[in-house]
C-alpha cells in the first residue's frame, strides 16, 4: 500500500495555523466599504461578503507576505536569472497547465479552443523542447487563446460566486472559484494529491511546485499591486477588482 504522504498534511495544518494568527493578529479597527464608499459602490460589486472581519485579517497577512516577502524574492530571481532563461521556464510550466484549459474549454462546449489547446501543447512539447519554447505563436490559426478554467466553466453555467472568500497565500476567491480550484488541481497530472505520477519522491514534487512558484512570483505580485491601486481600503479595491476580473473571465 503506498505509504502516507505527510507533506500535505503538514501543508494544511500550515494554512490553517495562517488562518488562525492572521485572524488574531489583526485587531485594528477599519471603515466598512458602505462607509467608505457609499451602499451604491458596495451593491455594486455583485458579491456577498459575509465572512467579511475573516477576510480582512487573512487580507492584512496576505498582503504583508506579498510584498515583503514574495515581491522581493520575484525581484531577485528576475534580477539574477537570463531573460530567456526565465521567459524559457514560464513556457515549461504555462505548458504545463494544458489539461486545465483543456478541460475548461470542454466544460463549456468550446471544442474549437480544446483543440487549439491540444495543438499548441503538441507542438510546443516537441519542436518547443518541453514547452520551454512557444513556436505554436509563429502560427495564426494557433494564437494563444483566452485560458479557461473550472471556476470560469462553472460561471458560464449559470451557477452564482457564492461568498466572497480570501485565502491564506492564495489570495482573493469565492466558493464557486475555491471549488473550481480544487477541480484545476484534480485534472492536473503533475500536482498532488491527484498526481498521475505515482512514483515521484515528495521532494522532487516539492522542488517542482517551488519552481513554478518562484518563476510566476513577478508576474503575480505585479498584478495583485494593479488590483490592489492606491486605494484608501485595499481590501475593496482588490475584491472589486477580483470580482470584474473574473466576470469578465466569465463573460469572453
Same mark, same amino acid.
Given at each position: 500500500? #503506498?505509504?502516507?504522504?505527510?507533506?500535505?498534511?503538514?501543508?494544511?495544518?500550515?494554512?490553517?495555523? %495562517?488562518?488562525?494568527?492572521?485572524?488574531?493578529?489583526?485587531?485594528?479597527?477599519?471603515?466598512?466599504?458602505?462607509?467608505?464608499? &457609499?451602499?451604491?459602490?458596495?451593491?455594486?460589486?455583485?458579491?456577498?461578503?459575509?465572512?467579511?472581519?475573516?477576510?480582512?485579517?487573512?487580507?492584512?497577512? /496576505?498582503?504583508?507576505?506579498?510584498?515583503?516577502?514574495?515581491?522581493?524574492?520575484?525581484?531577485?530571481?528576475?534580477?539574477?536569472?537570463?531573460?530567456?532563461? $526565465?521567459? &524559457?521556464?514560464?513556457?515549461?510550466?504555462?505548458? %504545463? #497547465?494544458?489539461?486545465?484549459?483543456?478541460?475548461?474549454?470542454?466544460?463549456?462546449?468550446? !471544442?474549437?479552443?480544446?483543440?487549439?489547446?491540444?495543438?499548441?501543447?503538441?507542438?510546443?512539447?516537441?519542436?518547443?523542447?518541453?514547452?520551454?519554447? =512557444?513556436?505554436?505563436?509563429?502560427? $495564426?490559426?494557433?494564437?494563444?487563446?483566452?485560458?479557461?478554467?473550472?471556476?470560469?466553466?462553472?460561471?458560464?453555467?449559470?451557477?452564482?460566486?457564492?461568498?466572497?472568500?480570501?485565502?491564506?497565500?492564495?489570495?482573493?476567491?469565492?466558493?464557486?472559484? %475555491?471549488?473550481? !480550484?480544487?477541480?484545476?488541481?484534480?485534472?492536473?497530472?503533475?500536482?498532488?494529491?491527484?498526481?498521475?505520477?505515482?512514483?515521484? $519522491?515528495?521532494?522532487?514534487?516539492?522542488?517542482?511546485?517551488?519552481? $513554478?512558484?518562484?518563476?510566476?512570483?513577478?508576474?503575480?505580485?505585479? =498584478?495583485?499591486?494593479?488590483? #490592489?491601486?492606491?486605494?484608501?481600503?485595499?481590501?475593496?479595491?482588490? #475584491? /472589486?477588482?477580483?470580482?470584474?476580473?473574473?466576470?469578465?473571465?466569465?463573460?469572453?
Amino acid at each position: 500500500m #503506498k505509504t502516507l504522504n505527510f507533506k500535505f498534511l503538514g501543508l494544511g495544518l500550515g494554512l490553517i495555523g %495562517l488562518f488562525f494568527a492572521a485572524t488574531v493578529c489583526a485587531q485594528d479597527e477599519y471603515l466598512s466599504e458602505e462607509e467608505l464608499f &457609499g451602499e451604491d459602490v458596495l451593491n455594486g460589486g455583485g458579491i456577498s461578503d459575509p465572512l467579511e472581519s475573516i477576510n480582512r485579517a487573512i487580507f492584512q497577512f /496576505n498582503d504583508f507576505l506579498y510584498l515583503q516577502v514574495f515581491d522581493p524574492i520575484g525581484q531577485v530571481y528576475s534580477a539574477i536569472t537570463p531573460d530567456p532563461v $526565465e521567459q &524559457g521556464a514560464t513556457n515549461f510550466f504555462q505548458n %504545463l #497547465k494544458y489539461p486545465v484549459r483543456l478541460v475548461g474549454n470542454l466544460l463549456q462546449g468550446r !471544442f474549437a479552443g480544446a483543440w487549439t489547446e491540444t495543438e499548441r501543447f503538441l507542438l510546443n512539447s516537441t519542436v518547443g523542447v518541453a514547452g520551454t519554447m =512557444r513556436p505554436s505563436d509563429s502560427y $495564426e490559426r494557433l494564437a494563444p487563446i483566452p485560458s479557461e478554467d473550472i471556476g470560469q466553466a462553472l460561471g458560464s453555467w449559470g451557477i452564482g460566486n457564492g461568498p466572497y472568500l480570501v485565502l491564506p497565500i492564495f489570495g482573493p476567491s469565492t466558493l464557486r472559484d %475555491l471549488v473550481g !480550484f480544487v477541480g484545476d488541481r484534480a485534472v492536473n497530472p503533475l500536482q498532488e494529491p491527484f498526481s498521475a505520477i505515482d512514483d515521484w $519522491e515528495w521532494e522532487e514534487q516539492f522542488a517542482l511546485t517551488a519552481s $513554478e512558484v518562484v518563476t510566476g512570483l513577478s508576474s503575480q505580485t505585479a =498584478r495583485y499591486r494593479q488590483m #490592489k491601486g492606491s486605494s484608501i481600503d485595499g481590501y475593496g479595491a482588490l #475584491k /472589486n477588482g477580483y470580482t470584474q476580473f473574473r466576470r469578465a473571465a466569465v463573460a469572453e
